[in-house]
């Protein structure tokens, strides 16, 4: 079995090979460990190899984690990636430090009002169902323009970006014909806010297609810390 740390090196690798292949500077492709369902050990062999920025999932499992490193490394940063429901966003808002899945005013709304304003703004990403019906979370195409005015105005959000999830794909032709529309929206949006820079897409499954279709920063889970183990959760 591969270690976390010889992972993270394989992961980079493939990064960088992505971006190099398509002419793109690896510097502007983040990586975000996504830890979902890993037990502490994982991280703390992640950290040990250098690792800094994680992603969670579910609101009780990430605070949890958040607690427990915070003293121990506090230049880590935290990223809540999962579905928001609305009456769960106080944790979140007061110890993430990153959101990617910002899909509606009334979440952002929460969020800017329940950030404690001795912390700096919450970094935000508006999630956009790129895949139509066939997926739940996300604003459609037609809203997120409404939805980034609103976000701009509260006072302790900070609109950073635009994120998505497609359907999942092995093919990569249509990994890059489904990131395309966010990306070319991603592009047109830049214009119209100073701190928009973040392109969050990709996953362990495709992580080459999002990188050559502009993405600023790929979610990776399996790929560094193997299959997750659900039975614990009955939930996904
Ligand atoms: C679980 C998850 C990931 C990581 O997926 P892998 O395929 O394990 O790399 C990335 N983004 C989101 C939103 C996730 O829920």
Redesign the pocket.
């Known amino acids: 079995m591969c270690s976390i740390r010889q992972n993270l090196e394989q992961v980079t690798s493939q990064i960088d090979n992505a971006a190099q292949k398509c002419g793109r500077d690896a510097s502007g492709v983040q990586l975000l460990a996504?830890s979902?369902t890993k037990p502490i050990e994982a991280i703390a062999e992640a950290i040990e190899a250098g690792h800094r920025q994680f992603?969670e999932?579910y609101v009780q499992e990430g605070v949890d984690k958040i607690i427990h490193f915070r003293p121990l490394q506090p230049d880590l940063e935290w990223h809540f990636?999962?579905p928001i429901q609305s009456n769960k966003t106080r944790p979140i808002a007061e110890h993430f430090d990153w959101v990617h899945s910002i899909d509606r005013s009334k979440v952002a709304r929460r969020l800017s009002e329940q950030r404690p304003s001795n912390m700096l703004p919450l970094q935000v990403l508006i999630q956009i169902n790129t895949s139509g019906e066939a997926s739940k979370s996300g604003t459609g195409f037609d809203d997120v323009r409404a939805l980034a005015e609103e976000i701009e105005s509260m006072p302790h959000l900070t609109l950073r970006g635009l994120m998505c999830?497609p359907q999942p794909e092995d093919n990569y032709d249509a990994q890059i014909a489904a990131f395309a529309p966010l990306s070319a929206l991603f592009e047109e949006m830049k214009a119209s806010y100073s701190q928009f820079d973040t392109l969050s897409m990709g996953?362990?499954?495709d992580m080459d297609a999002a990188i050559a279709s502009q993405s600023t920063m790929v979610?990776?889970?399996?790929?560094l810390f193997g299959a997750r183990d659900y039975s614990q959760r009955g939930e996904k």
């Open positions: 996504v979902k992603g999932n990636i999962g999830i996953m362990s499954g979610r990776i889970g399996t790929a």
